[in-house]
């Protein structure tokens, strides 16, 4: 006998669960959901995911996700195209964009280098950030890489690539977190922060 | 400008966020999971949700989900139909035939008296119940319901329909779960287990 009486939910619990963070309890608990629902729910869901994959384009120049051939932010003349920051995925893009405090663009490695997950260079977005580094008039490369070992690497083996270009390379801030007591900081961002002080003046403008 | 860069994964997005537990953020990490894999990955999962959706049937004897109109287990000939287990949703039918210990048919109610959520007798699969037990020669129907409030008052609500008809009306046992210790259960649990204790003999025969 089928373990979920049918066939049908049984598919749909072994493809939910393939996603990341849903076993098979989360997976049954949602089919079961979607049966309870009406059929245009579950069709709306179904086509969303469809359309999505089969669709869906990268921009030709951050490999930002987009409806057209260039991202809105590429397209847009309002941002400074000679500034580029250098992100691992769309999310880290969405969190920048929402400090509105940016108004360069951008460019999506799709990942960063790891080794345990088998991940190397030349699986990621890095040729072409040097093309445009080399082809275009840019001032300024932001690297804004999670601050882990992996996000490191890639900072370093990004810089070692572009360190003889034109451009000037920075990297985020690394500090104490705006809220955070100093006693319980980590030595590391603590160190960090005092080698890195700014000028108190300049955080009075912002 | 479209906070996720894109009408189509803004559109998954949103119908992801639809589903119990899961979130935008959530959401958001699925649907770029979706980018990350190749087409035939997110239309296997598009395509499975849809089928079942449409596709699926209700048994017309138990409610059970089914791929035809009976289920397999109401279509059983090795299945006492003379009894009737009385369960919340399929997930528990699976939790009991996985325990190898019943070998009658169930009935499913498709959820429970719940005033809280807005779910009344009507909204379940009360009336056919009744239905089969006044017509069909039900020796037993077995409560295997929730030990909540409102497992108790669906409990109840079924007992006074069902009462005046022949077949036995019973409960699953309530007491303190195998492994557990006595001194940390609760005082109406071990008050009932007291009052309903068995044979001690019958505890090793099965």
């Known amino acids: 006998m089928n373990a979920y ?24 608990r949602l089919a079961l959901h979607l049966l309870k629902k009406d059929t245009p ?43 580029i920051c250098v992100v691992e995925d769309i999310r880290d893009v969405m969190a920048i964009e929402n400090t509105g405090q940016y108004n360069g663009v951008y460019h999506i490695l799709g990942g ?46 990004i810089y070692k690539k572009l360190k003889n270009l034109n451009a000037r390379i920075t990297t985020i801030a690394r500090g104490i977190a705006i809220g955070d007591e100093l006693e319980y900081a980590d030595e590391v961002t ?6 890195n002080r700014t000028l108190y003046e300049s955080t009075l403008t912002r």
Chains 1, 2 share one sequence.
Not at 13 to 20: A, C, D, G, I, T
Not at 69 to 76: D, G, H, K, M, R
Not at 190 to 195: P, Q, V, Y
């Open 41 to 83: 729910f579950a069709e709306a869901l179904g086509n969303a995911i469809i359309k999505m994959r089969t669709e869906v384009q990268f921009c030709r120049e951050c490999h930002n996700i987009s409806d057209s051939e260039v991202c809105e932010i590429c397209a847009s003349e309002k941002r400074l195209k000679n500034t």
């Open 112 to 157: 960063i280098i790891s080794p345990m997950d088998g991940i190397g260079p030349n699986d990621l977005n890095i040729d072409s950030l040097i093309q445009r580094v080399t082809s275009g008039n840019i001032a300024e490369v932001i690297m804004a890489l999670s601050t882990t070992i992996e996000g490191d690497t890639t900072n370093f083996y």
């Open 5 to 28: 009486s049918s066939k049908l939910v049984e598919s749909v619990v072994n493809e939910f669960s393939r996603l990341p963070g849903i076993g098979k309890k989360t997976a049954l």
């Open 190 to 195: 603590l160190g960090r922060s005092i080698l």
